[in-house]
């Protein structure tokens, strides 16, 4: 097993991230042994993954980074950088190493004071490993400040300084940065891709692991929970019920109101875990007392905390809304099939019988009317239009189609 083989369907992909990985080993080499660096190098010091959702785009920038901090001893003989068990890979995978910093937007930007010391380490050489990386996982939530931060650094960065930015397409960053950025583009995974992935690493029985990708059309992530937990495939057999509700106003209102609240009790549930232990975790850093009194000064920074938790649950709200739009979308794209005979296989086929039914009652105009409502409850949720107006305004366009 090596880094790449989590990548599913990438095999473009792994080879430009590998044939980069060995390069940028032979640079680091040369340099310790002090002769000349390789005349021709496939390594560059910014990197930009896009990609559409569920394409892998941060496990690709993930694997490459810790194929940069591989210090596997067949490394030394030729071998590949990227074995997956030495400890540069490992803790690289697993978020732990002290020179892979990684940037996820908190809330529904990444604020400057986000960046700060991120942009600050990244200047400074390597503690541990072979390369100082930085991997910023939304760099389409990059606000004018932290873009701006971002792009200093990424003109002028110190010479064992590596940036992986990830983001959904080119055009969502901005163009001074993407123009200094060697740009990889992933594409979706095929669905049997992704059912072998779930079977081979892990374990999920092969029935469950086909519908589960089938059902998120090779999102890997979210095919991963489908699969794994009971309460993600009861929230999606809620949400595919929505479309047999939306009769009238008043059941319109209501269903939009159930699903906001499921989305918010979704963030909770994933909320209270973390918050409660990185807030005892920090509180322990700084020396609280029994009864959990903390020293002098200190308030400040469980504030702080305690404001980035709110903005995170915040966020994990409109992701899982997100997801819920994501799924309506798929179950009207296969009305709209079934409507145009298309050939094209069906996602939720656990849902045929009311997918035939909606298909038989209704036009492909209305069908694409549906869909336009959807996405324009995913662009208000983006401008942070309140939750339930957004959910409010699609809902009763579903009814009307």
């Known amino acids: 097993m090596t880094v790449w083989d989590d990548l599913v369907g990438q095999q473009r992909v792994s080879d430009q991230l590998a044939a980069a990985a060995r390069d ?41 980074a810790a194929a940069l901090q591989c210090v596997s001893p067949d490394r030394a003989l ?11 890979c490992h803790t690289a995978l697993i978020g732990t190493h002290a020179d892979v910093s990684t ?54 960065p110190a010479p064992r300084t590596v940036w992986l930015l990830c983001a959904p397409s080119v055009e969502d960053v901005l163009p001074t940065i993407r123009s200094r950025c060697r740009h990889l583009n992933l594409s979706t995974p095929s669905v049997d891709a992704v059912a072998d992935l779930l079977v081979r690493r892990e374990g999920i029985e092969p029935d469950v692991a086909a519908a589960a990708a089938r059902a998120t059309q090779g999102h890997v992530d979210r095919a991963r929970r489908l699969a794994t937990d009971p309460a993600a495939r009861e929230r999606r057999a809620a949400v595919l019920k929505l479309p047999l509700r939306v ?27 973390r918050d409660t232990k990185e807030s005892d975790e920090l509180k322990a850093a700084l020396g ?35 997801v819920a739009l994501t799924d309506l979308t798929g179950f009207y794209r296969d009305v709209l099939a079934l409507q145009l005979g298309s050939r094209v296989a069906i996602a939720n086929a656990d ?7 909606l298909a ?18 995913h662009d208000a949720l983006d401008r ?17 189609g």
Do not use: Y
């Open 247 to 273: 009769q009238d106003v008043g059941s319109a209102l209501k269903a939009a109101q159930e699903l906001v609240d499921a989305a918010a009790e979704d963030a909770k549930q994933l909320a209270e875990q």
């Open 288 to 322: 609280a007392v029994q009864g959990g009194r903390l020293p002098r000064g200190t308030a400040g920074v469980v504030k702080e905390l305690e404001e980035m938790q709110k903005r995170r649950r915040t966020r994990t709200q409109r992701d899982s809304l997100d």
């Open 360 to 377: 038989r009652d209704s036009s492909p105009e209305s069908t694409l009317r549906r869909i336009e409502a959807i996405a324009a409850c």
């Open 78 to 88: 030729g071998g590949s950088p990227g074995c997956g068990f030495c400890d540069g």
């Open 103 to 156: 940037i996820a937007a908190v809330g529904a930007m990444i604020l400057v004071r986000d960046m700060r010391d991120t942009v600050r380490k990244s200047f400074t050489a390597p503690a541990t490993g072979r390369w100082q990386v930085i991997l910023v996982e939304d760099a389409e939530r990059l606000n004018e400040s932290s873009a701006n931060a971002v792009l200093k650094a990424v003109e002028e």
């Open 384 to 400: 942070n239009v309140a939750p339930l107006l957004a959910v409010e305004a699609m809902t009763m366009a579903l009814r009307a």
């Open 24 to 64: 940028a080993d032979a640079l680091v080499t040369a340099a310790a042994a002090g002769t000349p660096p390789p005349e021709a190098s496939r390594m560059t010091h910014a990197w930009l993954f896009t990609g559409p959702p569920g394409a892998g785009r941060n496990q690709a920038a993930r694997a490459f």
């Open 351 to 357: 849902a045929e019988d009311v997918l035939e039914r």
